[in-house]
């Protein structure tokens, strides 16, 4: 087919017409649709609705009948004296349930629950046997026997299913029914019978309501018990300095771990402390012994733990007041006998006849953590060599205490490690220099806290030093979590608004967005004098709304918190990660050194990544016109065919080359003939689609293929490249030149079934366009010979 040639439109305009002869779809009749809802295969009463019916009846027949037959008994026999039917009734009822009870008891051992047939099986039984035995007893004690119908209800609507117990309940009602009109259906008998009725729904809606009003309460007590324990936990931790000061954490998980690990150390120290205390409780032959706790701000003593034969020891005391007073101003023991008035340790006001207090020092001897206390109420006074015992257990208190703290600063500091292991794991497993840009702000996101988070690279072009921000983003490694502040780019386009910079910040994701990308020259700001230090920036604290971070133009708001770490691989420093947090002094002491660390190995990692990447390109493209290889070319062919084969859609493939090629080479010389290579296939990389495989088939030939493409559209694109191609003008030093091209287009599978016939049939196409005078598109398709070339293209 000749170019300019348009396709046959005759069999289109005949599609065309056929479909609009046909008659739209009809719906279904309403008498069809309603036979099918009912009675179709998945109707409601469908054979598949029909089967389990059937099922069911069968499984529930033995129970049913001995349910409705004693029933039925029972409310024939209303008013009778006892005789044998009613005994044979209640015995059948009797076995039937221990049989429904047993295989229910047998198949919840097993692990499987019970179904709600089986719920309503055994309810049923256990229902009709209280009614029998209400019913088939003297005519005397028939109200006397009465509330066991109702404590049966009660006890099956609280232990069974809410559905299965309203079930009960209503069959219940019934039951009490049937009774009044076998009884004659009287109307002095009615009101009796609704009094009873009116019992029997208050039980189960009472019994009901009383069961979830009690769980939920019972809920809420074990939540509240809870919630008090955690918080009694963090303060006795926070007397103790378990716990590390407020924000050093840094960040919610880390949070979580120290709580965890602090609750733990409090936990061992009561235990340590309750058995020291017993120790000195049997040792002094004490009243009391207890410990007190200063407060952070050392104004007030708080009760620890104690061993008392009261229970109105003071669980607070003013710190400068009293024996104990005395002890946290002197910071020595205090020993009195006799009268001890001055003691303000019950609230109930008695006063010992001896009082012994010494300090409770921290580990070093330095700070006043509190006071250990005994007492006596007998005339005995303590010796020296008590107050040196007390002392002693009072050393070894705090020592517990120091133990848990190295415990737990131990396993916070081993977690840490682990974790910092594992990300450097991570980070080796990266690949290209984008995951290895996400890897290493998401890791510094899990050690540090981190509001904003950016990686920049470092280049130098014809001697000239260039920044560029190769990833940002707003709390990386917290997707879908809005971050507390804002890290905004004031760089502005030319003409924008205020309204229009004053919206870009307002999205995270758009302030990302516009940050990533963005280059500026070497200047004072950190990210350069960082790389140029090969160190990391700032030193100590600074004003970061007046600092330069990036540059002039780019401004970083809301954070207190900065730092900028160099990107080292050996000597060469690749770039920096710029981190940035809310929250002030939030990268210091050991996070900043794990952070270098972090960045020395990312800095290892983008340099592998762009080898990695430069390895694949030169394997994988043509080192000329950087398009794909032949190699590449039918990787990437048989992997669009697969996927083409298994959803049903078509491919097609052009095949192209430079007509009279070898007489430019002649003309103008091979480097003029690579220019012009070039510059084919840079205009076939623009005209492709993004989805399109663009290839150097070898030589003067290219390659395109088309996924999900059919001849018509493969050949609009072949004609779009081809005038393209026309229409350049390529300059060289002896004049102007211009070429054409001659393109062959086959389509899978329309034209070909495998990869082999259907580059066959394309080079075909090619081959016919050469023959027929160059410069033009054929699609293999039109042609009515679909035989290969039989020879080489000139």
């Keep these: 087919m000749t170019a300019g040639m348009a396709p046959p439109r005759a069999a289109l305009a005949s599609a065309r017409g056929m479909r609009a002869r046909l008659p739209p779809p009809r719906s279904r009749p309403l008498l069809v649709a309603l036979y099918a809802a009912l009675l179709g295969e998945g109707g409601l009463l469908g054979p598949a609705a029909r089967r389990r019916a059937a099922r069911f009846v069968v499984r529930s027949t033995p129970a049913a009948v001995a349910i409705a037959g004693s029933a039925l008994v029972s409310v024939r026999t209303w008013g009778e ?82 559905g299965v117990g309203a079930a009960l309940a209503l069959i219940a009602l019934g039951l009490e029914a049937a009774l009044w009109w076998c009884g004659g259906a009287e109307r002095a008998e009615l009101a009796g019978a609704a009094a009873r009725a009116g019992f029997l729904g208050s039980f189960a809606l009472l019994y009901q309501a009383l069961l979830g009003a009690r769980i939920a309460a019972g809920r809420r007590a074990e939540e509240a018990a809870i919630e008090r324990r955690k918080l009694e936990l963090d303060e006795r931790a926070r007397q103790l300095r378990l716990l590390t000061a407020a924000g050093e954490a840094g960040g919610g998980d880390r949070e979580e771990r120290a709580a965890r690990l602090a609750e733990a150390a409090v936990l061992e120290t009561e235990a340590s402390s309750r058995g020291l205390l017993q120790v000195a409780s049997a040792a002094f032959g004490a009243h009391t012994a207890a410990v007190w706790l200063l407060t952070e701000d050392d104004s007030e003593l708080r009760l620890w733990d104690s061993r008392s034969k009261s229970d109105r020891v003071a669980r607070r005391l003013p710190a400068g007041e009293g024996p104990l007073g005395g002890v946290v101003k002197r910071r020595a023991p205090v020993r009195l006998q006799g009268d001890v008035r001055a003691a303000n340790h019950y609230d109930d006001g008695a006063r010992p006849k001896a009082f012994l207090a010494v300090p409770l020092l921290s580990r070093s001897g330095v700070h006043l953590r509190g006071a250990v206390l005994v007492d006596r109420f007998e005339d005995a006074p303590f010796t020296e060599q008590d107050e040196q015992l007390l002392t002693a257990i009072a050393s070894e208190l705090t020592r517990a205490a120091a133990a848990e703290r190295l415990i737990c600063d131990g396993r916070a500091s081993r977690e840490e490690k682990e974790r910092f292991y594992l990300a450097i794991e991570r980070l080796n497993r990266t690949t290209t220099p984008r995951q290895v840009f996400d890897m290493v702000l998401e890791v510094a996101a899990e050690m540090v806290p981190v509001d904003f988070g950016a990686v920049t690279l470092f280049e130098e072009n014809d001697g000239k030093a260039l920044h560029r921000i190769a990833r940002a983003a707003l709390a990386p490694g917290r997707a879908g979590r809005e971050p507390p502040g804002e890290a905004a780019s004031e760089r502005a386009r030319p003409g924008a608004s205020a309204s229009e910079r004053a919206g870009a910040s307002g999205s995270h994701d758009r302030v990302a967005a516009d940050l990533e990308g963005k280059e500026f020259p070497d200047n004072g700001g950190l990210v350069a004098c960082a790389v140029r230090l090969g160190s990391s920036l700032p030193g100590k604290e600074l004003k970061l709304a007046d600092a330069i971070v990036f540059d002039e133009a780019t401004r970083m708001k809301g954070l207190l918190s900065l730092k900028v770490l160099p990107l080292r691989a050996g000597e060469n420093v690749l770039g920096t990660m710029v981190l940035g947090a809310r929250a002030s002094g939030a990268y210091h002491g050991d996070a900043v050194r794990q952070l270098e660390v972090l960045a020395m190995q990312a800095g290892d990692s983008i340099l592998r990544a762009r080898l990695f990447e430069a390895t694949e390109r030169l394997a994988t493209t043509d080192g000329l016109t950087g398009l794909v290889n032949h190699r590449t070319f039918q990787v990437r062919l048989d992997e669009h065919l697969a996927a083409a084969r298994r959803y049903g859609k078509k491919v097609s493939l052009l095949i192209t080359d430079i007509d009279h090629f070898k007489s430019v080479n002649d003309t103008y010389g091979h480097p003029v003939g690579d220019r012009v290579l070039k510059d084919v296939a840079r205009i076939l990389q623009k005209e492709a689609r993004t989805t399109d495989v663009v290839a150097r088939y070898g030589g003067e030939e290219f390659a395109l293929v088309m996924p999900e493409t059919d001849q018509a559209g493969a050949m609009k694109t072949a004609e779009r490249i081809r005038e393209k191609v026309a229409q350049t003008a390529f300059q060289t030093g002896q004049g102007e030149l211009r070429v054409t091209l001659s393109l062959g287009v086959a389509t899978f599978p329309q034209d070909a079934s495998s990869k082999a016939d259907l580059i066959e049939r394309a080079d075909g196409g090619l081959y016919h366009a050469k023959r027929h005078g160059r410069n033009q598109s054929v699609a293999v398709g039109t042609l009515e010979c679909r035989g290969g070339p039989s020879e080489r293209r000139s």
């Excluded at 119908?149 to 006890?155: M, P, S």
């Design 81 to 162: 004296p006892w005789g044998a039917r009613q005994g044979v009734a209640c015995a059948v009822l009797f076995s039937t349930a221990a049989a429904v009870a047993w295989r229910r008891v047998t198949l919840v051992r097993r692990g499987r629950p019970a179904t709600v047939r089986e719920e309503l099986e055994l309810g049923s039984l256990i229902l009709v046997l209280a009614f029998a035995v209400a019913q088939a007893s003297e005519p005397s004690l028939k109200v006397h026997l009465q509330p066991i119908v109702y404590l049966a209800l009660a006890a099956l609507v609280a232990l069974m299913p809410r």
